[in-house]
């Protein structure tokens, strides 16, 4: 089969339960923001942002790891998967004990002695996610996507209708039952609180439906094995972290920003429910990302690799300057995903979905050193976009609020994606297509500034819908006459 037709049917399969799990979780952002006040919307922002850090520490870049020594050919696969399985289990479960015994600690350090169950609810949720990620990476590298797919879309399922029935039946329940024993877990009224006993829940099911995965497999431990995979991923940890501290650090910050904490919370949820809206463009990345990744190391020792890899490059760009255009040509739209009172912040929508775009040029640029196993460069690179971030942030916040916030994205991704290209040139050469990549790149920001044109105008939404539409019409033909065609054909006479 043609590699970039079974890479784009990885991708779709993947894809599939990505674009479904994301777009109900879109609804439960619209649900959300309509039970719960900004500033309770901001509390959720943080938390996940600190999540987001600590499951980069505790995973210490082994996925990546477990795919590198899974395809070599002197290692044995049942070996690799049982290596990684029990260090991820160890650092796991020793995370969840120190968080458990210096709980008042951990939650003061936060910010939150009052909300202890916030903080243990989440280590534990950390702790399971970091464990599970192993056995979802065997599925992959099994090519097992359709499994794969099935379990993440059951666990958003169990997890948005955990999460609606807590809001919709507990408050009224506590109402009538003031003494309920529930209460010594739950808030009496609508709390975030209710979103992360859901996670955790969710979490539980997922550990549940990947034991198959785990008794099945002929597991053996290699100490020889675990020290080579800790070598080579102990440094994309290095550079995960700063990289995680790039795209989040924002949401840590905002509280010390601000001379007002309640007003900092109350920013922090506008700003992280209309990050949410660019949800389209990170679903693509990540759907690409489980898709591409086994894809790019299986064909690394072939003739044609690095071709191969220039033209998913060139694809990548096409798709994703597709998304840009279709959510921010019709942001009028999406912005009623949100509750009324978090729409002023729409306008970040666009700039959001462009970072987006860059961080999954950095992904497909960051096979460079994966595959020469010159990991240590990732740490420059991640550290050049998290120097970005923090400058910008703090210079900026405290100006120009979640706008700054928005806009250091943007720039950290597009300093990361040139310091990433240039070491790449040097240490894994690609030929990327850059005049076709910069072709519709500079052709999506021009129909954006068409459009955003004709908006200041005051066009109402009918014009304003009609023109968004005949403006994707019009890049998918380009697209397709420049590129498709030749793919098209390419495809045809293989066959």
Known sequence: MNPLKRLAGDTAIYGLSTIVARLINYLLVAYHTRVLDRA?????????????????????????????FATRSDQRPDTVFGTSLASLLVTSTLFFAVVALNISGFSEWMGYPGNRSYVLQMAAVLAIDAFTAIPFARLRSLRKAKVFALFKLLNVLFYV?????????LPPYFAQHPDSVLLRFFSPHADVGYIFT???????LSLLLLLPTIFNAKLSFSFALLKRMLVYSLPLLVAGLPGVANDYLDRVLFKHLYADPAFALDQLGVYGANAKLAALMVIFVQMFRYAAEPFFFSHAEKSDARPLFAQVMKYFVICAVFIFLLVSLNIDIFAYFTGKD??????IVPVM????LLLGVVFNLSMWYKLSEKT????????????????VNVAFIPRYGYHAAAWAHFFSYAVMVAVSYAMGQKFYPIRYDLKSIGFYIFAGLGIYAIFALCRSLGWGLAPKLLLATVLLLAY???????????????????L
């Not at 209708?161 to 039946?169: E, G, H, N, Q, R």
């Not at 979905?353 to 987006?356: D, E, H, P, Q, Y």
């Open 198 to 204: 859901a996670n955790l829940l969710s979490s539980l």
């Open 40 to 68: 309770q919307y901001g509390v959720f922002t943080e938390f996940y942002g600190y999540a987001t850090f600590f499951l980069v520490l505790l995973t210490y870049g082994m996925e990546t790891g477990f795919f590198r």
């Open 342 to 347: 978090f729409r002023e912040g729409a306008a």
């Open 476 to 494: 998918l033909a380009v697209a397709f006459w420049r590129d498709g065609r030749p793919l098209l054909r390419r495809q045809t006479s293989e």
């Open 353 to 356: 979905l462009f970072a987006n």
């Open 161 to 169: 209708a955990v999460s609606v029935l807590f809001f919709t039946l």
């Open 376 to 391: 240590k460069y990732a740490v420059y690179i991640t550290l050049s976009g998290m120097l970005v971030t923090a400058l």
